[in-house]
């Protein structure tokens, strides 16, 4: 899929691919009138990107398939060429108008993410990241749970506990057990003192990876009745690996149960920065979102993407680059995605192989954090 096209140096032989795409893109206006196009100013564009490219060799390799000093990797060709093609027109995903094409291959992405989950009812879209799309799963919980606690794992990303504070919802983390996962009789004293209104469920901490026992979580909803979100920001995509642990594999067969869910294609999506994915189960929570903008939506009664998100102006090319990396690499078990997923864990394993002698990491850490890492690692 991916590993393959990866050498020791940055990937060129798709730049054709994407002189054709363009002419193929051009020649949809062909039946605009002339136009002669201003100069380009060539040499001077060549001269600025080439002090560009030289200032760009001040980063590490990341694009290197032996880099691991930090979670980044490049983009898929396919997204990174989506992606660039797509700029030629520069669409903005607030209002049809804006991005007619690439706001419904958004819908469409964003509904093969849910379906992914087992939700063919959702309502959902793509924003900056993990941590815009926290911000809005935390304010629609504040919304339907007005005055109610928000409650995270002592691991659960810092975003939760800062997100809150922006919003003024009021937030406590609870201890974690030996393997990094929320700690269920901890959270049962916390809700037997009320007030709780919103459960984050990490699936996937970015310091050891562990998944919270997320089955358990739901029983003790049904008792409690609090909102449940899944923090998948991190390891949502690796549900479809078919080398997880049972307990994991419990885990990620649950999440067709929670409230809300954000995933980050930029992370193991294979996509560029920024590109964060927020689902809710029920889709009549677009309510809280309704606002009015005379200026913008005037032209179609049909449902702007602007009208279900907190952001206003978004970059219809990631939706683009998600839906020709979905449409090249469909979210399906046993696909080519599906099993790069699972070799990454298998990776990771005997990465961890190779370093238990040294001690280095707990036994603990390495057996939650292979339930499900991959070689896409991204950070938010």
């Known amino acids: 899929m991916y590993n393959h096209l990866v050498g020791t140096a940055l990937e060129k032989n798709t730049l054709d691919i994407l002189r054709a795409a363009l002419e193929r893109l051009d020649a949809g206006f062909n039946n605009l009138p002339p136009l002669t196009p201003p100069s380009a100013g060539s040499n001077d564009i060549e001269r600025v990107l080439l002090k560009v490219a030289d200032r760009l060799r001040d980063n590490f390799p990341y694009f290197h398939p032996l880099y691991a000093g930090q979670m980044l990797k490049p983009p898929h060709p396919i997204a990174r060429l989506a992606y660039a093609l797509t700029m030629w027109i520069n669409p903005n995903n607030h209002a049809l108008d804006g991005g007619r094409a690439s706001s419904a291959m958004e819908k469409e992405s964003v509904a093969a993410i849910a379906g992914m989950f087992g939700w063919t009812t959702h309502l959902g879209h793509l924003c900056g990241g993990?941590?815009?799309?926290?911000?809005?799963?935390?304010?629609?919980?504040?919304?339907?749970?007005?005055?109610?606690?928000?409650?995270?794992?002592?691991?659960?990303?810092?975003?939760?506990?800062?997100?809150?504070?922006?919003?003024?919802?009021k937030f406590s983390t609870v201890p974690c057990d030996p393997l990094g996962r929320l700690d269920l009789n901890a959270l049962k004293q916390l809700l037997d003192q009320g007030n709780i209104g919103t459960v984050v469920a990490m699936i996937g901490t970015t310091a050891t990876g562990s998944v919270d026992p997320l089955p358990q979580l739901i029983e003790l909803q049904q008792q409690h009745g609090f909102r449940l979100h899944a923090d998948a920001a991190y390891g949502g995509y690796f549900g479809l690996a078919d080398n997880l642990t049972a307990d994991t594999r419990n885990v990620y067969d649950a999440l067709s149960g929670v409230d809300s869910i954000v995933i980050d294609p930029h992370k193991h999506g294979l996509q560029p920065y920024g590109c964060g994915c927020v689902l809710f189960h029920d889709p009549t929570v677009g309510r809280f979102y309704k606002h009015d903008s005379p200026y913008t939506y005037f032209t179609s009664g049909d449902l702007h993407l602007g009208e279900i998100g907190l952001e206003c102006s978004r970059p219809g090319a990631a939706a683009v680059a998600l839906w020709a990396t979905q449409t090249l690499l469909p979210l399906i078990p046993g696909g080519e995605f599906a099993q790069e997923l699972s070799s990454g864990r298998e990776a990771a394993k005997e990465l961890h192989k190779k370093n238990a002698p040294i001690g280095g990491f707990s036994q603990g850490f390495f057996r939650s954090w292979t339930s499900f890492s991959g070689p896409h690692a991204r950070r938010r």
């Open 130 to 169: 993990g941590t815009m799309a926290n911000l809005e799963a935390l304010w629609v919980a504040g919304q339907l749970r007005p005055g109610a606690m928000i409650v995270a794992s002592d691991q659960a990303h810092y975003t939760h506990s800062r997100i809150s504070g922006v919003l003024g919802l």
